[in-house]
């Protein structure tokens, strides 16, 4: 039976990240090929995986490199762009799916899904507190875990959940009562 997954924030090729965001790796080889392991090795082909945003990030990330990176992905792709994902340093993510012809589908931000009767809503930032709606579920990427493991029980209570990569270490199920997104284990894998 296929699954539903979700993640984001991963910057590949991003050195900074690793000191600011707290990683464990030494390098961005390092960084960048468990990030790939755990991505393949989580998602199977028939599974569903909810990209929230920030893929790749600085000069050395070239649209080469970034399409090499999306070759590699498993599973059925669903990418929202993020701040990171625009044409900076390149063509930006959205239009590299389009001109290598990735079978990637590009969402637009607050898309909202339902996953076993429980409806989520996607977005690369956080939702205010004064725009949720009862019974939804806001999950988001871009803060790499900034609000860290002690306020995540004030987060779940507000039924939001930084899914970022920083917070899970790789790709999260999602599922109707939540209890993978209730354990986040950094990069304690």
């Known amino acids: 039976m296929?699954?539903?997954y979700v993640t984001s924030d991963t910057h590949f090729d991003h050195f900074n990240i690793i000191?600011?965001?707290?990683r464990p790796f030494k390098d961005l080889v390092n960084m960048n090929s468990h990030m790939l392991d755990m991505w393949i090795r989580t998602v199977q082909e028939e599974d569903?995986?909810?990209?929230?945003?920030?893929?790749?990030f600085g000069p050395d990330s070239s649209d080469d490199r970034i399409a090499q990176y999306l070759s590699l992905l498993s599973g059925n792709v669903k990418f929202l762009i993020g701040n990171h994902d625009e044409p900076r340093f390149g063509k930006g993510v959205e239009q590299i799916i389009k001109d290598y012809k990735f079978d990637i589908e590009v969402i637009p931000a607050k898309t909202q899904i339902t996953v076993?009767?429980?409806?989520?809503?996607?977005?690369?930032?956080?939702?205010?507190?004064?725009?949720?709606?009862?019974?939804?579920?806001?999950?988001?990427g871009?803060?790499?875990?900034?609000?860290?493991?002690?306020?995540?029980?004030?987060?779940i209570q507000g039924r939001k959940y930084d899914i970022g990569i920083d917070m899970y270490g790789g790709p999260v199920q999602i599922t109707?009562?939540?209890r993978y997104l209730s354990k986040p284990k950094g990069w304690r894998q």
């Open 48 to 56: 569903t995986i909810y990209f929230l945003g920030d893929f790749a």
């Open 176 to 178: 109707g009562d939540c």
């Open 142 to 155: 871009h803060y790499h875990s900034q609000f860290k493991f002690t306020k995540m029980h004030d987060s």
């Open 2 to 4: 296929s699954k539903i």
């Open 116 to 140: 076993e009767g429980q409806v989520f809503q996607l977005s690369h930032y956080g939702i205010k507190t004064h725009e949720k709606e009862k019974d939804i579920i806001y999950l988001n």
């Open 19 to 22: 000191r600011f965001a707290g």
